[in-house]
């Protein structure tokens, strides 16, 4: 009868200890499998922003101002791309150190990669918002605005954005579903083209962040109960 409740309780002493192993053990691989992800979108968040900043390969348009205020602004690289690597090195970091020993995965260094993902996740947001904006404004450009009805003669500006805001321009709705409107914007060669698809590609990177980044919050909060480690 002792030996049934002596087992008894080691049974009980040990579940709990077993279930925080294996949630930890979760906690760990994540780790490992989410900071190279964000590592690797940072690093595509920072080189899509720089490109934004070099139509056509070439730093001209930047060096004369002509690259509108969303590219300028950069939120690929403080936004998608900083906060991001920042967070994303420290759980890389944490997650791999973790794969061979029983003490590295703290708490302490859980709460830092929730606090940092948390960073990352403001980040991302910012990236994903302007870069909209970006989108649905339209590139900066050189255009005859007489044929367009927006004053007289050739001159830099957004032929794609609305107008005074009284009355919604057709061209703002369709352009990014009508390629023929492209050839509105005569400098620099294939600027349309060239911020559709990296504003686009910023979306997606920046959406994508968003999802990883919460996961790892999530993962942070459990680390701080259970480590990162699997108790080896």
């Known amino acids: 009868m002792p030996t049934g409740q002596g087992s008894s309780k080691g049974w009980t002493l040990l579940a709990p200890r077993g279930i925080t192993s294996r949630v930890a053990m979760c906690v760990g691989k994540c780790s490992r499998i989410v900071g190279p992800c964000l590592l690797a979108l940072g690093m595509l968040s920072v080189a899509a922003n720089i490109l934004l900043l070099l139509p056509g390969g ?44 029983s003490d590295c995965g703290t708490r302490r260094n859980a709460f830092i990669s929730a606090v940092l993902s948390k960073l990352a996740l403001l980040g991302a947001a910012a990236c994903f918002v302007l870069s909209g904006v970006g989108l649905t404004d339209g590139p900066l450009c050189f255009y005859n605005a007489s044929e367009h009805g927006r004053g007289h003669g050739i001159l830099w500006d957004y032929p794609f954005l609305d107008a005074g805001g009284k009355e919604p321009d057709t061209r703002a709705q369709n352009y990014l579903y009508d390629r023929r409107t492209w050839s509105t914007c005569l400098e620099p060669e294939g600027i349309v083209a060239w911020n559709v698809v990296l504003f686009s590609l910023l979306l997606l990177v920046s959406a994508t962040e968003m999802v990883l980044a919460s996961l790892q919050i999530l993962n942070g909060c459990l680390g701080c109960l259970c480590g990162f480690c699997e108790g080896k």
């Open 58 to 101: 070439t730093s001209k348009y930047l060096v004369e101002g002509h690259i509108s205020k969303q590219a300028r602004a950069m939120p690929g690289v403080w936004g998608g791309g900083i906060t991001v690597l920042l967070a994303a090195t420290h759980i890389t970091a944490v997650g791999w150190r973790c794969a061979g020993c």
